[in-house]
């Protein structure tokens, strides 16, 4: 089988909400394609994968950030070397905005990031919690839920993952949420998002395959992942209509 690497960075401090579960449809998703997941689980002082096909990070608490922001330091060249190759990323919430400039906590605290995305996220007193729906360009409807003191605003004008049709998203002013810089996708969208949101899933594996494998389009999947889809399809309609 050919062999996908995924890079799932820092489970032990940012995966707060249930985003670890990203790893798992990934994972599962690869193998009903037909590949062979390699996962490796990224921790500070883990030794960083020879091949990354894919990089996975999920949300946390404030403490987990900056448990893990000098680590996130050390691998910011090659993480944004990657990123600038066309490695797909999906990075939630706290690492989301790590993967920008920096986070002002609460607190005061600024907790510098890589870049990989021109955001800024800086905290306010209003905790932004419940369900989010948004309408993707790419990927049609996206639901999830978001959890997040920061608000997150573009230093440059960045395309935006999605327009949110009820939540918050990025920050209480500008409608949007997430961002998109050339394969890599930054969002406060909870959930695990993939389990709901399979065109998210799938654009993560397709730039996977194409990079390593030079194939644009995906093999056709076991039958079974057409089963899965029609019950994806029917919880990201049951999310979209839920109360805020
Ligand atoms: N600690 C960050 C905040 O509160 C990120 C939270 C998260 O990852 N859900 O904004």
Excluded: W
């Excluded at 605003?153 to 949420?177: E, I, M, R």
Aim: aromatic share 10%; glycine share 12%; hydrophobic share 35%.
């Amino acid at each position: 089988m050919r062999r996908i690497d995924v890079l799932s960075l820092y489970t032990n401090d940012m995966s707060f909400y249930g985003d670890m579960g990203n790893v798992l449809v990934i994972s599962k998703r690869l193998a009903f394609y037909g590949f062979e997941p390699v996962v490796h689980f990224y921790n500070p002082g883990d030794s960083f994968p020879d091949h990354v096909d894919m990089v996975l990070g999920g949300g946390g608490q404030d403490s987990g950030q900056k448990n893990i922001f000098g680590d996130l330091q050390k691998r910011s060249e090659k993480l944004r070397a990657l990123a600038s190759s066309g490695v797909p990323m999906l990075m939630i919430c706290g690492m989301y905005q790590l993967f920008g400039r920096y986070f002002l906590t609460n607190s005061g605290k600024k907790i510098p990031g890589i870049s990989v995305f021109d955001i800024y996220t800086e905290a306010t007193s209003d905790r932004l919690i419940g369900n989010l729906v948004e309408e993707s360009d790419r990927f049609g409807r996206l639901v999830g839920y978001e959890n997040h003191s920061g608000q997150t605003y573009f230093s440059t004008p960045l395309q935006p993952l999605g327009k949110v049709v009820s939540g918050a998203g990025n920050n209480l002013k500008d409608g949007v949420d997430g961002a998109i810089v050339n394969n890599a996708i930054g969002t406060y969208l909870h959930g695990p998002v993939l389990s709901k949101n399979p065109k998210l899933a799938d654009f993560l594996i397709e730039k996977a395959q194409l990079n390593r494998y030079g194939e644009a389009r995906l093999p056709s999947p076991s039958p079974l992942l057409g089963r899965i889809d029609e019950l994806a399809a029917k919880a990201n309609e049951a999310a979209s209509r839920r109360p805020r």
